[in-house]
């Protein structure tokens, strides 16, 4: 399969049009910082955890099964788990992308062997249908998965194309012939439906981009605009389940399942931008809009529902039952970071941010071999540690565990750490965009000219972050820095030839410095990282009289460990004439400790705590952080004494 | 099979030993107001509309098709519907103890009929298992129900043998079969399991005590014992879900699936009582207290997980995600009833009260048509009325819907309207205990004298009740009132020949009279009415800031329809300096109008409403009663004014 012409680099986005222009993991070098070490504990730790996992479970020895012929009896896993083998996968070829590791492109070959040993002739690639004895090819689209799981598979094969394109290892084979299969089963003659889980419109749309073929942007389109009318089977949590309520073009918020929602808004951003449908595009931006402005956690976190990890209605946020999955956080981040690339507005990576630091970050162990599935913002009771060689139910760990039945979670964040250079910088014909800040490098090239800028900053924990030109840049460009919703009256100043030449207040948007650089011509910018107090939107009725606390881009959160012989998360109330004050970055709250009256029945005729006398000091943790410590209680949302 | 020689009468539950002796609807007639209405509606509406579903949706017809032998091919319904036709059996023999209808009488006749003809030789009895092509017998105690259906099947004849000891149509023939293939088949030789839903356990014991037949209190005992040792299989939602988790003797609190916990726990105490056995009966009273104390709602309602149906830890109580199963408000009055009768406490009756007002008459629809399968205590919008004709998902309707897809709620309330009678009034050794109050009659015997007492209130609309004796009580016996938690300084007063003899304030808990009663001997209870503010335990965090309103048992709600021209109930503040006023018996409170800032973000440095300028005055309605005007949006729990 012919590649087309010009490949935009190491990115797993590359609109045709739009925009930004996305700078991959080739043009841009996260080097230190908080980013960077979570990308050496995924490279170093989790994907090996991941490795282990899929081969003790018996969901990579799958393939080996199908290829003997040998299923269905000595399968295992569920109906998807094909598709976490295709995220590790892209995780890999993102890493051997940035690192180039040896032993890795080895392994990575090997793996795919085993999948491609397992297509069958016409390109059907799944281990738990198609053979006698398991359900027949498209028989279940509902819950099926078989498109979900070609879709992790396309996404694969783009990622390792855009980083090895001269490789022979034959995983593009597979996916297209994967793919020519899709486009005739259910292309405009073939069956007129869709699969219960969406992720394969933006598999097949990136497909298109890689080797040119219209037919799988076609279908992508197809599948995006047959989805909203009803063609699934109903099932007891409605069709929105599915997004197959209302037709995308007309929905005005995302509904459903967390996850599919936001993969079929980010597959549809893609159909938008390849066909030129303002339409489409305009729906979809409505919809995140307000997705953000009523269905989201502080967090990022996306999804209030345990029982169908679904979006509540329009204010239902309750921290205790935050569902807020670590996978619909990564497809938020997919959706919203597709917008950013379209449309350019500022608050598409402002969301971005927000997600990554507070939902991407907080789901594995410092250590990378343990997992939330979901996210809470308010743990009540302080849970026991899952047993490091034990399958955990999905969403019930109140610690981090290694491996979930459905363990979706680990290589999606992996694939998320292993691509994330790529979120990073963007670029137009007129300069460059800094849409995150970690300390790193920037090189590439805008009208013709070579630019490059270092990075460095302690980002999160300091405000500060200083772009140096390490070469000059001879005509003038415009350097665009994100300036986050939260950062109010930042300071921009430009440093040229050792003296400061400009300096503003900027606010919340773009900040824009267009000029020539020198050599060693600096921009610096100083986000106000104070802690902040924040309050709900007065419709968000489970944080009624509740503030949470922010630094930066990071949620922090009070818990029981902080709380030794002062009482428990519970029976704190935050003191809200007491300024909040930071030790070392760490933000510390004074908090009057009540005592509940302990009574036979909850409700009655007066409130029912008593105040204690004595305030006191306590720290809070990032909320990314918390449960690091052993089993803890927390809250996000601090009660105020009233 | 032989009855016991002493029949307790018209009574759903019929302890060998205990506190207080309950009298059935033999010796206690509602005779009007707010749950003789109910009844009425039950009887002429409730029991044909259900009658008309089974048949409709095949789930009486499946017996028709075991008999014949075509089964599996066109069975319809869950794996559970048998236990549908037994709840609505067990009803109509409650109604025919009351009114003796004929009508009624040949319809119960028939379909006693059908279920029997269905029967195997050796007992078993189920229209989803044990045939050809079908599960085969007891494979799947975790999610098959065969002895859940059978608890029911054995609660239907005890109401029938109780009702009309000398009928002939064979439903007790039926029961004591299968009675006698569980004890083979799970006695201590047997099958050392337990059903995954509980109520075996409480049918068991009260068709033990029916026939005299030890084995069956036996069998309910070793149900009871071995269930929280981890017997079922492991499932995602733990094994909390069926209360496999700890042992009955050890557990502190209901946990799991509402309905189960509950039925499992109204089984052991009939185990406790029967056995002697004070060790369980005090951990079954723990068990209530602290799920009172902290996992129930304001309206008595219980388990808020939509997921698993299941209580939530301590204090997660969600108003707006509450599930407050119908059934599980129908479980609980079974529990409580039972810790009543063996314990005396006053308290257990007023969760029956109120569970009763706010749970149980909030599931039917005026017309006794259509039902709530959960109770959400905060509806946001207003949703669309179910169709006539259409069976609806089993707990997302926003309006009342005629049937479910899981349609326990419709019998299962029928069954306890038609027996509520025998939750009015008991007797002891020395006198009579009124545990609810409502216009009617009771007559029965206390120390071999006959006593009569009629009751004349209109309560709950007033709090005035009149209880006089209509013939003379010679021998002094001890009337006792329950006096509700919420009755602070009620009023007691005894009229004897035109005057009054005592006056006195009395406090909640038992208010006692013991005297001889001349004919028209008047005993006076004036419960306080007026409107009560009521402020949630500080622990609840969901309803932080808010109140509720109750008047005598019924919690009260504000709903949109009462808002037009004003707001919504999202956008209402309660004015805590304004008196609620009462007209015609309804609270009015004062509202403030807040005006929210719709913002892009819904967390801001500071609180985004804004307060109108102008208060109004709005009715609230009792709960039970909303949605009866038409689609509404609803909240049981209002949020202060700051």
């Given at each position: 399969m012919?590649l087309?012409?010009?490949?935009?680099?190491?990115?797993p986005v590359a609109?045709?049009?739009?925009?930004?222009?996305?700078?991959?993991?080739?043009?841009?070098?996260?080097?230190?910082?908080?980013?960077?070490?979570?990308?050496?504990?995924?490279?170093?730790?989790?994907?090996?955890?991941?490795?282990?996992?899929l081969?003790?479970?018996?969901w990579l020895?799958n393939f080996d099964l199908a290829t003997?012929?040998?299923l269905p009896?000595?399968r295992?896993g569920r109906e998807f788990s094909d598709s976490e083998i295709y995220k590790y996968l892209e995780a890999l070829a993102w890493?051997?992308?940035?690192?180039?590791?040896?032993?890795?492109?080895?392994?990575f070959?090997?793996i795919v062997a085993r999948v491609a040993a397992a297509q069958e002739p016409d390109g059907y690639l799944n281990t738990y249908t198609g053979r006698?004895?398991q359900p027949a090819r498209w028989s279940d689209l509902e819950w099926g998965h078989e498109l979900y799981c070609f879709g992790h598979l396309f996404q694969a094969a783009v990622a390792r194309v855009r980083?090895?394109?001269?490789?022979?290892e034959g995983l593009l084979a597979v996916a297209t012939r994967a793919a020519d299969l899709v486009c005739e089963a259910f292309g405009a003659d073939g069956l007129q439906s869709v699969c219960g889980h969406p992720v394969v419109e933006t598999g097949l749309a990136e497909l298109a981009r890689v080797v040119g073929e219209p037919r799988y942007l076609e279908q992508a389109r197809l599948f995006v605009e047959r989805r909203?009318?009803?063609t699934l089977?109903?099932?007891?949590?409605?069709?929105?389940?599915f997004q197959d309520?209302?037709?995308i073009?007309?929905?005005?918020?995302?509904?459903?399942h967390?996850v599919r929602a936001n993969y079929l808004a980010a597959g549809a951003v893609d159909v938008?931008?390849d066909?030129?449908?303002?339409?489409?595009?305009?729906?979809?931006?409505?919809?995140?809009?307000?997705?953000?402005?009523?269905?989201?956690?502080?967090?990022?976190?996306?999804?209030?529902?345990?029982?169908?990890?679904?979006?509540?209605?329009?204010?239902?946020?309750?921290?205790?039952?935050?569902?807020?999955?670590?996978c619909?956080?990564v497809a938020?981040?997919m959706f919203?970071?597709r917008?950013?690339?379209?449309?350019?507005?500022?608050?598409?990576?402002?969301?971005?941010?927000?997600?990554?630091?507070?939902?991407?970050?907080?789901?594995?162990?410092?250590?990378?071999?343990?997992?939330?599935?979901?996210?809470?913002?308010?743990?009540?009771?302080?849970?026991?540690?899952?047993?490091?060689?034990?399958?955990?139910?999905?969403?019930?760990?109140?610690?981090?565990?290694?491996?979930?039945?459905v363990s979706c979670?680990?290589p999606n964040?992996a694939r998320?750490?292993?691509s994330?250079?790529?979120?990073?910088?963007?670029?137009?014909?007129?300069?460059?965009?800094?849409?995150?800040?970690?300390?790193?490098?920037?090189?590439?090239?805008?009208?013709?000219?070579?630019?490059?800028?270092?990075?460095?900053?302690?980002?999160?924990?300091?405000?500060?972050?200083?772009?140096?030109?390490?070469?000059?840049?001879?005509?003038?460009?415009?350097?665009?820095?994100?300036?986050?919703?939260?950062?109010?009256?930042?300071?921009?100043?430009?440093?040229?030839?050792?003296?400061?030449?400009?300096?503003?207040?900027?606010?919340?948007?773009?900040?824009?410095?267009?000029?020539?650089?020198?050599?060693?011509?600096?921009?610096?910018?100083?986000?106000?990282?104070?802690?902040?107090?924040?309050?709900?939107?007065?419709?968000?009725?489970?944080?009624?009289?509740?503030?949470?606390?922010?630094?930066?881009?990071?949620?922090?959160?009070?818990?029981?460990?902080?709380?030794?012989?002062?009482?428990?998360?519970?029976?704190?109330?935050?003191?809200?004439?007491?300024?909040?004050?930071?030790?070392?970055?760490?933000?510390?709250?004074?908090?009057?400790?009540?005592?509940?009256?302990?009574?036979?029945?909850?409700?009655?005729?007066?409130?029912?705590?008593?105040?204690?006398?004595?305030?006191?000091?306590?720290?809070?943790?990032?909320?990314?952080?918390?449960?690091?410590?052993?089993?803890?209680?927390?809250?996000?949302?601090?009660?105020?004494?009233?």
């Open positions: 012919k087309t012409d010009h490949q935009p680099g190491f990115v609109p045709s049009s739009g925009r930004f222009r996305p700078l991959g993991s080739d043009d841009v070098h996260i080097t230190g910082g908080f980013w960077a070490e979570r990308q050496r504990i995924n490279a170093r730790n989790t994907l090996p955890h991941i490795n282990h996992w081969e003790r479970e018996g020895p003997e012929g040998s009896a000595g295992r890493e051997i992308g940035r690192s180039d590791d040896q032993e890795l492109e080895a392994l070959r090997s006698p004895g980083t090895r394109p001269e490789a022979d909203g009318q009803g089977k109903p099932i007891e949590w409605g069709q929105q389940y309520d209302v037709p073009r007309t929905a005005t918020v995302s509904r459903g967390a938008a931008v066909t030129g449908d303002d339409e489409l595009m305009a729906a979809l931006e409505t919809q995140w809009r307000n997705t953000v402005a009523r269905r989201t956690y502080i967090t990022g976190g996306q999804g209030s529902h345990h029982q169908d990890e679904a979006f509540g209605e329009d204010w239902v946020l309750p921290p205790d039952r935050a569902y807020s999955e670590t619909a956080g938020s981040v919203s970071w917008l950013a690339l379209a449309r350019g507005d500022a608050r598409y990576s402002d969301l971005v941010e927000r997600t990554l630091f507070n939902v991407v970050a907080t789901s594995p162990s410092k250590t990378g071999t343990a997992f939330y599935y979901a996210n809470t913002l308010h743990q009540r009771t302080p849970g026991a540690p899952a047993a490091d060689d034990a399958v955990s139910p999905r969403a019930e760990s109140s610690l981090r565990a290694p491996w979930f039945e979670c680990p964040v998320t750490l292993a994330l250079d790529a979120f990073v910088a963007t670029a137009d014909e007129d300069g460059l965009q800094l849409h995150q800040y970690a300390a790193g490098t920037i090189r590439t090239q805008v009208a013709g000219q070579v630019v490059a800028f270092d990075v460095d900053t302690d980002y999160p924990r300091s405000g500060s972050i200083r772009v140096t030109a390490p070469v000059a840049i001879d005509e003038p460009i415009t350097l665009s820095l994100r300036i986050p919703q939260w950062a109010v009256d930042a300071e921009l100043r430009v440093h040229s030839a050792g003296e400061v030449v400009t300096s503003e207040v900027v606010q919340p948007g773009w900040a824009v410095v267009r000029r020539a650089f020198l050599a060693g011509d600096r921009v610096e910018l100083d986000l106000p990282i104070e802690p902040r107090v924040v309050h709900p939107d007065g419709r968000i009725d489970a944080v009624r009289g509740c503030v949470a606390v922010e630094r930066g881009p990071e949620v922090f959160c009070l818990e029981s460990v902080d709380l030794v012989g002062v009482g428990d998360v519970a029976n704190v109330r935050l003191d809200p004439a007491a300024p909040i004050v930071t030790k070392d970055g760490v933000p510390i709250v004074r908090v009057l400790v009540v005592r509940p009256d302990d009574a036979d029945w909850p409700y009655a005729a007066r409130p029912g705590e008593q105040p204690a006398a004595d305030a006191v000091e306590v720290p809070l943790v990032p909320y990314h952080d918390w449960a690091e410590r052993g089993p803890s209680t927390m809250r996000v949302w601090l009660p105020l004494a009233t």
